[in-house]
Nanobody, 122 residues
Framework: QVQVAESGGGLVQAGGSLRLSCTLS????????MAWFRQAPGKARECVAR????????FHADSVQGRFTISRDNAENTVYLQMNSLKPEDTAHYYC???????????????WGQGTHVTVSP
């Protein structure tokens, strides 16, 4: 059974940094495209970033381009989201997901974690 677990969220001031981690268990992470999604209160869940199975290809949403970086360590079955220059509008619940398709569509992801919350204060 594949399980996804996120960690690293918390409260940070605007301009600060956080690193989220996502660990996959039950199957090798290298089998999956991995992505980070986020959902702010009252808003739809959005795709923030995704990384290919090998880690050679990445995608970052325009809203986080240049500030967030997704990466992976397949030996550790872990995916990271380094978040720099955080803004109050980055406040959201962040979810990690694993799936077979290079996509930002939620329906393409089979396995999801419970998420970790990020709050950015002004």
């Amino acid at each position: 059974q594949v399980q996804v677990a996120e960690s690293g969220g918390g409260l940070v001031q605007a301009g600060g940094s956080l690193r989220l981690s996502c660990t996959l268990s039950g199957r090798a992470a290298s089998n999956y495209v991995m992505a980070w999604f986020r959902q702010a209160p009252g808003k739809a869940r959005e795709c923030v970033a995704r990384v290919s199975r090998s880690g050679d290809s990445t995608f970052h949403a325009d809203s986080v381009q240049g500030r967030f970086t997704i990466s992976r360590d397949n030996a550790e079955n872990t995916v990271y989201l380094q978040m720099n220059s955080l803004k109050p509008e980055d406040t959201a619940h962040y979810y990690c997901a694993a799936g077979p398709i290079w996509s930002c569509l939620q329906v393409q992801y089979d396995y999801w974690g419970q998420g970790t919350h990020v709050t950015v204060s002004p």
